[in-house]
């Protein structure tokens, strides 16, 4: 289930800002409007609208929940986690785990990994993962390269124990080397060393070093993924890539050689959502689709940290599976 | 007319007739133009070219100097 927030954002709002070069970025980036949220929204918003939809979609009842997940760049505060304001709020029972874990684009397939390991070594039955991020309050206006490119939108995806579920598998990895490519320096307890020539406190994007990573990481992430699922390309029915940028998933997808029409694309309406990027594929390209049938689906995040993880996963006939409006 | 050099051309939006290895790369050597750069090395030369070398580079040959090199 994802939520993205109402007010959608087109790019003639920045002409004139930046003039020509909207028109040059828009088409490598790809992104035509995106969505952002008010100064008094967060991502636990988000997430908690999807998160009682979902429940209500299962009839999930509050006290069958063993555990909240919350994966995001924009928590609440700095402390508490916010899966914990997000566990009164959403009156799940006292008691059960809650915790948050700091992860971007790479968030969603190692939360379903975090999620479906603590399913199968019984620690929890039922698991919400709340994935989602906020980056329109992060990123500063005046940057050419980040201010076009993210929106904002929150998920939650409902797991839970099945003896009989398909076997997932899954390929994670890091490399703290490339932390000072993406990053906000400052804000948090060390005052790292200056990125940019703009505020500290927002988000810094070095584009050029964070395309080099995923031509170095991504296609062997795809490699290790079918050969681990002991798959071929031809074996899945779509491939979910982070949507970082549309000429970049463009590039990997062919250096894969996968076929484009099993690619799914939705940066241009979405822009860049940071970690809700492969739940809102899923939750809106491939809704109709999963309601009625089963796939297999392979999904790759990467992105900052170095941060990088893959799924394989077969899931289907979902009974609540849509992207809404907070 | 190589394909880098064509790669190129479309790059810096000028005629591919125009690019030679000292074809100067000037102000429309942005960050744009550089990850575009990056994409192209990758599928000329199957090499994955760092931004911060390709930032150095002044003119096309230059370009194709430090790909084979990567």
């Given at each position: 289930?994802?939520?993205v927030?109402?007010?959608?954002?087109?790019?003639?709002?920045?002409?004139?800002?930046?003039?020509?070069?909207?028109?040059?970025v828009?088409?490598?980036?790809?992104?035509?409007?995106?969505?952002?949220v008010?100064?008094?929204?967060?991502?636990?918003d988000?997430?908690?609208?999807?998160?009682?939809?979902?429940?209500?979609?299962?009839?999930?009842?509050?006290?069958?929940?063993?555990?909240?997940?919350f994966?995001s760049?924009?928590?609440?505060?700095?402390?508490?986690?916010?899966?914990?304001?997000?566990?009164?709020?959403?009156?799940?029972?006292?008691?059960?785990i809650?915790?948050?874990?700091?992860?971007?684009?790479?968030?969603?397939?190692?939360?379903?990994?975090?999620?479906m390991?603590?399913?199968?070594t019984?620690?929890?039955?039922?698991?919400?993962?709340?994935?989602?991020?906020?980056?329109?309050?992060?990123?500063?206006?005046?940057?050419r390269?980040?201010?076009?490119?993210?929106?904002?939108?929150?998920?939650?995806?409902?797991?839970?124990?099945?003896?009989?579920?398909?076997?997932?598998?899954?390929?994670?990895?890091?490399?703290?080397?490339?932390?000072?490519?993406?990053?906000?320096?400052?804000?948090?307890?060390?005052?790292?060393?200056?990125?940019?020539?703009?505020?500290?406190?927002?988000?810094?994007?070095?584009?050029?070093?964070?395309?080099?990573?995923?031509?170095?990481?991504v296609?062997?992430?795809?490699?290790?993924?079918?050969?681990?699922a002991?798959?071929?390309?031809?074996?899945?029915?779509?491939?979910?890539?982070?949507?970082?940028?549309?000429?970049?998933?463009?590039?990997?997808?062919?250096?894969?050689?996968?076929?484009?029409?099993?690619?799914?694309?939705?940066?241009?309406?979405?822009?860049?959502?940071?970690?809700?990027?492969?739940?809102?594929?899923?939750?809106?390209?491939?809704?109709?689709?999963?309601?009625?049938?089963t796939?297999?689906?392979?999904?790759?995040?990467?992105?900052?940290?170095?941060?990088?993880?893959?799924?394989?996963?077969?899931?289907?006939?979902?009974?609540?599976?849509e992207?809404?409006?907070? | 007319?190589s394909?880098?050099?064509?790669?190129?051309?479309?790059?810096?939006?000028?005629?591919?007739?125009?690019?030679?290895?000292?074809?100067?790369?000037?102000?429309?050597w942005?960050?744009?133009?550089?990850?575009?750069?990056?994409?192209?090395?990758?599928?000329?030369?199957?090499?994955?070219?760092?931004?911060?070398?390709?930032?150095?580079?002044?003119?096309?040959g230059?370009?194709?100097?430090?790909?084979?090199?990567?």
């Open positions: 289930m994802a939520c927030p109402p007010h959608r954002v087109g790019n003639d709002v920045f002409v004139e800002r930046f003039g020509e070069s909207v028109a040059e828009t088409k490598m980036t790809g992104v035509a409007h995106r969505h952002w008010d100064a008094n929204t967060t991502t636990s988000l997430c908690a609208e999807a998160a009682t939809r979902l429940m209500a979609g299962l009839d999930w009842s509050t006290d069958s929940i063993d555990a909240i997940l994966i760049q924009t928590p609440d505060y700095r402390l508490p986690a916010t899966a914990a304001v997000l566990q009164a709020r959403l009156e799940l029972r006292p008691g059960i809650a915790f948050d874990v700091n992860l971007g684009c790479s968030a969603y397939p190692y939360g379903l990994w975090l999620a390991t603590m399913v199968a019984g620690a929890a039955r039922r698991v919400l993962l709340a994935v989602g991020d906020t980056s329109s309050r992060v990123v500063d206006p005046s940057d390269s980040t201010a076009l490119l993210f929106g904002d939108a929150g998920s939650v995806t409902a797991i839970e124990y099945d003896p009989l579920a398909p076997v997932a598998s899954f390929v994670l990895g890091s490399d703290g080397r490339g932390a000072q490519n993406l990053i906000i320096p400052q804000g948090a307890f060390r005052d790292g060393a200056a990125r940019g020539d703009h505020d500290q406190t927002r988000l810094f994007m070095d584009g050029g070093e964070i395309f080099t990573f995923t031509l170095k990481a296609p062997p992430l795809v490699a290790d993924t079918f050969r681990l002991e798959a071929s390309a031809d074996d899945y029915d779509a491939f979910l890539f982070h949507q970082a940028n549309a000429f970049m998933i463009k590039h990997l997808a062919k250096k894969s050689k996968l076929p484009t029409d099993k690619v799914p694309i939705n940066i241009d309406r979405y822009g860049n959502t940071s970690s809700a990027t492969i739940p809102l594929l899923i939750a809106d390209d491939l809704s109709e689709r999963l309601r009625s049938s796939m297999r689906l392979a999904m790759f995040g990467f992105g900052v940290g170095y941060s990088w993880a893959s799924a394989s996963i077969t899931i289907g006939r979902l009974a609540c599976v992207t809404i409006t907070s | 007319m394909e880098f050099y064509e790669g190129m051309a479309e790059i810096l939006e000028v005629d591919a007739t125009e690019i030679n290895a000292d074809y100067e790369l000037g102000e429309a942005d960050s744009l133009a550089i990850v575009s750069t990056i994409a192209l090395v990758d599928e000329v030369f199957d090499k994955a070219i760092g931004a911060d070398t390709l930032q150095e580079c002044r003119t096309v230059d370009i194709e100097k430090a790909a084979q090199a990567a």
